[in-house]
C-alpha cells in the first residue's frame, strides 16, 4: 500500500507538471497569437425588442489557432487575466471593434452603437481612460457609440474605486452595461450608486424562463428594478420567440441571442444587420 501511495503522488505530481508545463505553452503561444494577430472579433446583433431593428452589436473575441482552429474566448479568457496577457489583448480587442464600426458608419451600416467586453482588470488599469478617450478620438466616436460592458462582479470588486473609474468613463460619453447581471452579489444600494445605463440580464435566467416560474420572475424582477432606477435592459441568450414575447411583455428594451443572429465574421454580420432592419 505504501508504494501504491508513492506511485499515485508519482502520477499526481507528473500530470501536476504537465498540466503547469501545458499551461505556460499555451502563454506563449497567446502572447504570439496577439502579436501576429490570430486573433479575431466576431459581432453579435443586439436589437430593438418592439421592431427587431439592429440597433447595436456586442464584439466578441475568438482565436484562430492555425493548429486547433477557432477556440472559444472561455478557453483563454481566464488565462489571459492569470497572465496580464489581458491589458493587450482588451487593447487589440478595443481597437479593432472601434475600428470596424468607424467602417461600418462610413458604410451607412444600420447600426448605432458597438459593445465591447472589459475584463476587471482593464477596470482597475491606469491607463484605461486615456486608451479609450485616444480610441474614441481616433476613430471620431461620438457619445452613446461605444459601449462597454463590465460584469456586475468586476463593478463590485473594488467599488469606490471602480466606480470612479466608470463615472470618468461615462463623461467620456461611454455608455456602461452590467454584463451577466443578476449573477453576481450586488446590494441594490450599489445599484443605485452604479453610473451605468443598460444592464444585462444573464442568460442563465432567460434559458428556461418559459417553463421555470422562478427565472421567470427573477427576470420580470430585474426588468421592474432597471425600470425603477431609470436603467435600459438588455436580455441575452434570446432563442425562441416564447422568450421574445415574454421580454417583450415586460418592456425589456433590447434583446440579443440566436433568435436573431449569433455572433460572426464582420462581413457576415453587415448582412445581417441590413436584414433585420428591413425585416
Ligand atoms: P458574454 O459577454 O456574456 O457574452 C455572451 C455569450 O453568450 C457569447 O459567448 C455569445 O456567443 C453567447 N450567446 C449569445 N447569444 C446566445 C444564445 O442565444 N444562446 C447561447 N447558447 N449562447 C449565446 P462567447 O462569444 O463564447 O463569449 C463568452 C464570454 O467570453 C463572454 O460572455 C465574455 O465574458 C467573454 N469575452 C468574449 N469576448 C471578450 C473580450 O473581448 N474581452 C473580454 N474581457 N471578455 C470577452
Ligand atoms: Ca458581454
Ligand atoms: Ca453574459
Ligand atoms: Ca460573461
Same mark, same amino acid.
Given at each position: 500500500?505504501?508504494?501504491?501511495? @508513492? ?5 499526481? $505530481?507528473?500530470?501536476?507538471?504537465? +498540466?503547469? /508545463? ?13 502579436? $501576429?494577430?490570430?486573433?479575431? !472579433? ?25 493548429? @486547433? ?19 493587450? !489583448? ?60 463590465? $460584469? ?12 470612479? $473609474?466608470?463615472?470618468?468613463? @461615462? ?27 443598460? !444592464? ?25 428594478? +432597471? ?12 432563442? /425562441? ?24 465574421? +464582420? ?6 444587420? @441590413? ?5
Amino acid at each position: 500500500a505504501k508504494s501504491q501511495g @508513492r506511485n499515485n503522488l508519482q502520477f499526481f $505530481t507528473a500530470a501536476m507538471n504537465a +498540466a503547469a /508545463t501545458e499551461r505556460m505553452a499555451m502563454e506563449l503561444e497567446l502572447r504570439q497569437a496577439i502579436e $501576429t494577430g490570430q486573433l479575431e !472579433l466576431h459581432y453579435q446583433p443586439q436589437v430593438c425588442t418592439h421592431n427587431g431593428a439592429a440597433c447595436g452589436v456586442e464584439a466578441l473575441v475568438r482565436w484562430r489557432h492555425p493548429q @486547433r482552429g477557432l477556440i472559444s474566448p472561455l478557453a483563454f479568457i481566464p488565462l489571459a487575466e492569470e497572465t496580464g496577457l489581458i491589458e493587450p !489583448l482588451g487593447a487589440w480587442v478595443l481597437e479593432e471593434a472601434c475600428r470596424q464600426f468607424a467602417i461600418w458608419r462610413a458604410e451607412d451600416a444600420p447600426i448605432l452603437r458597438i459593445a465591447v467586453n472589459l475584463s476587471a482588470q482593464q477596470l482597475r488599469s491606469p491607463g484605461l481612460l486615456a486608451q479609450v478617450e485616444d480610441v474614441m478620438a481616433r476613430y471620431q466616436l461620438i457619445p452613446g457609440e461605444l459601449e462597454l460592458e463590465v $460584469t456586475e462582479s468586476e463593478a463590485m470588486s473594488d467599488p469606490e474605486r471602480s466606480f470612479d $473609474t466608470l463615472r470618468a468613463l @461615462r463623461d467620456l460619453g461611454v455608455q456602461l452595461a452590467i454584463d451577466d447581471f443578476g449573477t453576481g452579489y450586488s446590494s441594490l444600494s450599489y445599484l443605485k450608486q452604479l453610473p451605468v445605463q443598460i !444592464l444585462k440580464i444573464d442568460r442563465s435566467f432567460v434559458k428556461d424562463i418559459e417553463t421555470d416560474e422562478n427565472d421567470a420572475s427573477i427576470c420580470a424582477s430585474i426588468l421592474a428594478l +432597471a425600470h425603477s432606477q431609470g436603467l435600459k435592459v438588455v436580455a441575452e441568450g434570446v432563442e /425562441t420567440m416564447a422568450q421574445r414575447e415574454f421580454l417583450a411583455a415586460h418592456a425589456c428594451e433590447y434583446l440579443q441571442g440566436y433568435l436573431f443572429a449569433k455572433p460572426e465574421p +464582420a462581413e457576415v454580420c453587415l448582412g445581417r444587420l @441590413r436584414e433585420l432592419s428591413i425585416a
